[in-house]
């Protein structure tokens, strides 16, 4: 008989490092120190990300050298996933790893210049973040060096939510659409995201990086973790989950059906396909490609689709290198 544990507490794990779960207590105070952890041998392989909802026993005091231990996991609301790149496989297959749990809002932070933006990896935040049912947010940065038409337009059909952000803005309108909830920021290095958590969490000291002359990003945050808002209003001012910087985010386990689902400008266009149709750019039958070339969706969006759908499969590269798109190219690279 496993003991029930009815004296655990709630807990929420906002930072994980080498098999220790760094945790605050539901309703501990906003100064309170954090509880450390480690998982019980009970829950056998069950694996514990930052999101988390746990019970913890033990001492939860959060004093120096006190250890508690993670007992239960809360079932999860929501978990975003990625699969990891090409060359990180298992026997099984490509590695599925968990970026957090129990989100509710994916911002896909992306800089309008310096690197540019790439509309392809856009594309796939968005279908995982649909895949997840979790609600996205485009956070465009760097809006003082390069206007944001080209990239609003791109996605003008999907009437998707975003904020403009430079160094002399407010951060209030992200704010309001953070307040309240646990929010997950994904970004290519570079595009200024540890930039932003220091302005919407001053005593976050995230690292902040610079550009290369090639026009990548240089890695700077190295790990998951979940950082409290500043209060607004004296109500509880939410949750971000700042992700280090990645350069693919990739979708071998969101199925060939959903992955449409990063795409509603075309779903209308399937409708004349015929049955079984793969929508890939060889099918003379698709009704993707006469949807498209009757003005219905913008081209670039059928391609994107197409490419993610043939990455998927493994016939192509997930994403280009940089040296091989132009640099006022939106709409390439993934």
Same mark, same amino acid.
């Given at each position: 008989?496993?003991?029930?544990?009815?004296?655990?507490?709630?807990?929420?794990?906002? @930072?994980?490092? /080498?098999?220790? =779960?760094?945790?605050?207590?539901? *309703?501990?105070? +906003? $100064? !309170?120190?954090?509880?450390?952890?480690?998982?019980?041998?009970?829950?056998?392989?069950?694996?514990?990300?930052?999101?988390?909802?746990?019970?913890?026993?033990?001492?939860?005091?959060?004093?120096?050298?006190?250890?508690?231990?993670?007992?239960?996991?809360?079932?999860?609301?929501?978990?975003?996933?990625?699969?990891?790149?090409?060359?990180?496989?298992?026997?099984?297959?490509?590695?599925?790893?968990?970026?957090?749990?129990?989100?509710?809002?994916?911002?896909?932070?992306?800089?309008?210049?310096?690197?540019?933006?790439?509309?392809?990896?856009?594309?796939?935040?968005?279908?995982?973040?649909?895949?997840?049912?979790?609600?996205?947010?485009?956070?465009?940065?760097?809006?003082?060096?390069?206007?944001?038409?080209?990239?609003?337009?791109?996605? @003008?059909?999907? /009437?998707?939510? =975003?904020?403009?952000?430079?160094? *002399?803005?407010? +951060? $209030? !309108?992200?704010?309001?659409?953070?307040?309240?909830?646990?929010?997950?920021?994904?970004?290519?290095?570079?595009?200024?995201?540890?930039?932003l958590v220091n302005r919407l969490v001053p005593d976050a000291a995230r690292t902040v990086g610079q550009v290369s002359a090639i026009g990548r990003g240089r890695h700077t945050s190295t790990s998951v973790v979940a950082l409290r808002l500043p209060p607004v209003d004296g109500e509880a001012g939410g949750w971000i989950v700042d992700t280090p910087g990645i350069r693919s985010f990739g979708l071998?386990?969101?199925?060939?059906?959903?992955?449409?689902?990063?795409?509603?400008?075309?779903?209308?266009?399937?409708?004349?396909?015929?049955?079984?149709?793969?929508?890939?750019?060889?099918?003379?039958?698709?009704?993707?490609?006469?949807?498209?070339?009757?003005?219905? @969706?913008?081209? /670039?969006?059928?391609?994107?689709?197409?490419?993610?759908?043939?990455?998927?499969?493994?016939?192509?590269?997930?994403?280009?290198?940089?040296?091989?798109?132009?640099?006022?190219?939106?709409?390439?690279?993934?």
């Amino acid at each position: 008989m496993r003991p029930r544990h009815a004296d655990a507490v709630e807990g929420f794990v906002i @930072a994980v490092d /080498r098999g220790r =779960y760094t945790c605050v207590l539901a *309703d501990a105070r +906003l $100064d !309170a120190s954090p509880v450390t952890a480690m998982r019980a041998r009970e829950l056998g392989r069950k694996s514990v990300v930052v999101g988390d909802r746990v019970g913890l026993v033990g001492d939860t005091s959060g004093a120096p050298g006190a250890l508690a231990r993670i007992v239960r996991i809360a079932d999860r609301r929501s978990v975003l996933r990625r699969t990891a790149e090409d060359d990180a496989t298992t026997a099984e297959g490509r590695l599925e790893r968990v970026v957090v749990a129990n989100a509710d809002q994916l911002v896909i932070v992306s800089a309008l210049a310096d690197p540019p933006p790439r509309t392809g990896f856009i594309d796939r935040c968005l279908v995982a973040a649909y895949d997840a049912d979790i609600e996205p947010l485009l956070c465009l940065t760097k809006a003082d060096l390069a206007g944001p038409e080209e990239v609003l337009g791109y996605y @003008a059909e999907l /009437r998707l939510p =975003y904020v403009l952000t430079c160094p *002399d803005s407010t +951060l $209030d !309108a992200l704010c309001g659409l953070l307040a309240g909830r646990i929010s997950v920021l994904v970004g290519h290095s570079g595009v200024g995201k540890s930039t932003l958590v220091n302005r919407l969490v001053p005593d976050a000291a995230r690292t902040v990086g610079q550009v290369s002359a090639i026009g990548r990003g240089r890695h700077t945050s190295t790990s998951v973790v979940a950082l409290r808002l500043p209060p607004v209003d004296g109500e509880a001012g939410g949750w971000i989950v700042d992700t280090p910087g990645i350069r693919s985010f990739g979708l071998a386990h969101v199925s060939a059906d959903s992955l449409l689902h990063g795409f509603p400008d075309l779903t209308e266009g399937t409708a004349d396909c015929p049955a079984n149709c793969p929508h890939t750019a060889g099918e003379p039958d698709c009704g993707l490609s006469t949807w498209v070339a009757t003005g219905h @969706a913008d081209p /670039r969006r059928l391609a994107s689709y197409r490419r993610l759908l043939a990455s998927r499969a493994g016939e192509s590269e997930p994403y280009a290198k940089p040296s091989s798109r132009k640099p006022d190219d939106p709409t390439a690279g993934a």
